[in-house]
């Protein structure tokens, strides 16, 4: 409803580029899959002497839901990156009607004798019927937003919580591989770190995905409401004007925002929060080897 709307109005969505976008997408996850995958085989079979066939069908198998994972956090990202594009089109159409009533605004106030011109302008039946439906695409647009936050709410918070432990095991792998001397043989001991310098580097950018999917679409709601309380100054119809002060009221009161559960707010005060949680794990993994080699030492 939302596209054939855009497309009245003469917005026109490029779906071929969406397209391609999307094939990107699943050949840079498929990639990914059979990198992370080979890695892993690579060192079973340099370590424990497994066939590289089999030992990457093992680990396939073994990490078949954290690929499944990988791909439906492609699917939130492309879903609100869509909401984000129909958000735009909608500003971008809402500056260039501003422009254009602004300009003819200014240019029948250096003429007074075509003031006349100027109302008839201003109370133009075509601009406040597109008012009127600029602001339902973003009421729906709105509607939307909070469904997709009702649907994925839950599910991208227990990402949040697996991102966190995740990340944190995998540093703790990290810091023993650089901290402990005796372990196995150089080369395994670098290709294996790679691979799990490629795990921690693979959740940093799902987790950026998401928050930065979601920080991106509430700035572009936020946008859209700000652009709809300039046409205010472009119309003397008084319903129109009710309409768009208790629209911006809605907007202060509730606007798009993402949220686990209720528990926070998706955005970067989140990765805020959430690196800082991840430096005091840091710092303690750290300060748990020191008093360990130090105790060691002292026996």
């Given at each position: 409803?939302?596209?054939?709307?855009?497309?009245?109005?003469?917005?026109?969505?490029?779906?071929?580029?969406?397209?391609?976008?999307?094939?990107?997408?699943?050949?840079?996850?498929?990639?990914?899959?059979?990198?992370?995958?080979?890695?892993?085989?690579?060192?079973?079979?340099?370590?424990?002497?497994?066939?590289?066939?089999?030992?990457?069908?093992?680990?396939?198998?073994?990490?078949?839901?954290?690929?499944?994972?990988?791909?439906?956090?492609?699917?939130?990202?492309?879903?609100?990156?869509?909401?984000?594009?129909?958000?735009?089109?909608?500003?971008?159409?809402?500056?260039?009607?501003?422009?254009?009533?602004?300009?003819?605004?200014?240019?029948?106030?250096?003429?007074?004798?075509?003031?006349?011109?100027?109302?008839?302008?201003?109370?133009?039946?075509?601009?406040?019927?597109?008012?009127?439906?600029?602001?339902?695409l973003y009421l729906e647009l709105r509607k939307i937003s909070y469904d997709i936050n009702s649907i994925f709410g839950t599910q991208m918070t227990f990402k949040m919580g697996c991102y966190f432990f995740w990340l944190a095991l995998d540093l703790r792998e990290i810091f023993s591989l650089i901290l402990t001397n005796n372990f196995v043989k150089d080369n395994i001991r670098v290709l294996y770190t790679i691979t799990i310098l490629l795990w921690i580097l693979l959740d940093v950018s799902?987790?950026?995905?998401?928050?930065?999917?979601?920080?991106?679409?509430?700035?572009?709601?936020?946008?859209?409401?700000?652009?709809?309380?300039?046409?205010?100054?472009?119309?003397?119809?008084?319903?129109?004007?009710?309409?768009?002060?208790?629209?911006?009221?809605?907007?202060?009161?509730?606007?798009?925002?993402?949220?686990?559960?209720?528990?926070?707010?998706?955005?970067?005060?989140?990765?805020?929060?959430?690196?800082?949680?991840?430096?005091?794990?840091?710092?303690?993994?750290?300060?748990?080897?020191?008093?360990?080699?130090?105790?060691?030492?002292?026996?």
């Amino acid at each position: 409803m939302i596209d054939d709307t855009l497309l009245k109005v003469g917005i026109k969505t490029n779906y071929h580029k969406i397209y391609k976008k999307s094939l990107w997408l699943v050949l840079g996850w498929l990639i990914i899959v059979i990198f992370m995958n080979y890695g892993m085989a690579l060192w079973m079979n340099t370590e424990l002497n497994y066939n590289i066939l089999a030992a990457m069908c093992i680990f396939l198998m073994r990490n078949y839901f954290t690929y499944i994972n990988i791909l439906n956090d492609l699917i939130i990202g492309s879903i609100l990156g869509y909401i984000r594009l129909k958000f735009d089109q909608v500003n971008r159409y809402l500056l260039n009607l501003s422009k254009d009533n602004k300009f003819q605004i200014e240019w029948a106030s250096e003429n007074q004798v075509l003031l006349s011109h100027q109302h008839r302008f201003l109370k133009s039946p075509s601009n406040e019927r597109m008012i009127w439906i600029l602001i339902h695409l973003y009421l729906e647009l709105r509607k939307i937003s909070y469904d997709i936050n009702s649907i994925f709410g839950t599910q991208m918070t227990f990402k949040m919580g697996c991102y966190f432990f995740w990340l944190a095991l995998d540093l703790r792998e990290i810091f023993s591989l650089i901290l402990t001397n005796n372990f196995v043989k150089d080369n395994i001991r670098v290709l294996y770190t790679i691979t799990i310098l490629l795990w921690i580097l693979l959740d940093v950018s799902k987790l950026f995905l998401i928050n930065y999917m979601c920080e991106t679409v509430s700035a572009k709601a936020n946008a859209t409401g700000n652009l709809i309380n300039r046409m205010q100054y472009f119309t003397y119809n008084i319903e129109i004007r009710e309409n768009i002060s208790q629209l911006l009221l809605q907007m202060t009161q509730m606007p798009v925002r993402f949220y686990g559960i209720g528990l926070f707010q998706f955005g970067y005060k989140f990765l805020q929060g959430f690196s800082s949680s991840i430096t005091t794990v840091l710092v303690l993994l750290i300060q748990k080897h020191i008093n360990k080699q130090t105790s060691i030492k002292n026996e």
